[in-house]
Nanobody, 122 residues
Framework: QVQLVESGGGLVQTGGSLRLSCEAS???????MAWWRQPPGQERELISS???????TYRDFAKGRFAISRDSAERTWHLQMDNLTIEDTATYYC?????????????????WGQGTQVTVSS
């Protein structure tokens, strides 16, 4: 079993930035990694993903504002979020999958973190 632990969430004003991190309990070389979020009262949605080769996908709302990265040790990955808006308020999750890059099905991800809260205020 793999544990994923997110960090870096918090309260930020509109236009601000946050950098989320996710650390795995072991190397996840064979896994793609992704960030998801769940706004209050809404379903969980995929934000961005990255595969072993470093290829990335982004949802439209994240393009130009968010950037996903992973460390070479294959145990930590990050989500840099800039120019945040109130609509970005959500619980953010990291997840790992051996399915294809950008898979937007929750069931495709084997391991999930517990989530970290991001609140954007005006």
């Amino acid at each position: 079993q793999v544990q994923l632990v997110e960090s870096g969430g918090g309260l930020v004003q509109t236009g601000g930035s946050l950098r989320l991190s996710c650390e795995a309990s072991r190397n996840l070389y064979y896994y793609g990694m992704a960030w998801w979020r769940q706004p209050p009262g809404q379903e969980r949605e995929l934000i961005s993903s990255i595969d072993r080769a470093g290829r990335r996908t982004y949802r439209d709302f994240a393009k130009g504002r968010f950037a996903i990265s992973r460390d070479s040790a294959e145990r930590t990955w990050h989500l840099q979020m800039d120019n945040l808006t109130i609509e970005d308020t959500a619980t953010y999750y990291c997840a790992a999958s051996r399915r294809g890059l950008g898979d937007s099905s929750v069931g495709s991800y084997e391991f999930w973190g517990q989530g970290t809260q991001v609140t954007v205020s005006s």
